[in-house]
């Protein structure tokens, strides 16, 4: 069969990464969600980023509204973590349990 490299290795990128630096349960549950606003805030760097990085084009308005769910995202991981260590499926090696 055919496989799409660049596809395989972009996931597989985000796998690795979210592993390491959010740990399982972000991992397990949060996956697709991730990767889709990794996506957005990769497409959002362009060159025109450089010099103008708050113009309003269709790519920076995905890049900003990702930033803001991943914020969302990521700050709710870290409450539910903190009001239940013990229930967390972190082993506290990533980035999130420091």
């Known amino acids: 069969g055919k496989v799409d490299l660049f596809n ?15 740990g399982n349960d972000v991992r397990e549950h949060l996956f697709r969600e991730v990767s889709e606003l990794y996506h957005d805030l990769d497409h959002g760097l362009t060159p025109l980023t450089v010099f103008f990085p708050n113009a309003p084009t269709e790519a920076h308005r995905k890049r900003n509204a990702a930033r803001k769910k991943m914020v969302e995202l990521f700050s709710d991981v870290i409450k539910k973590r903190r009001e239940d260590p013990a229930g967390s499926s972190s082993d506290g090696t990533d980035i999130l349990s420091i």
Request: aromatic share 0%; hydrophobic share 45%; charged share 15%.
């Open 8 to 22: 395989a290795l972009s996931e597989l990128t985000i796998l690795t990464a979210s592993r390491c630096l959010h």
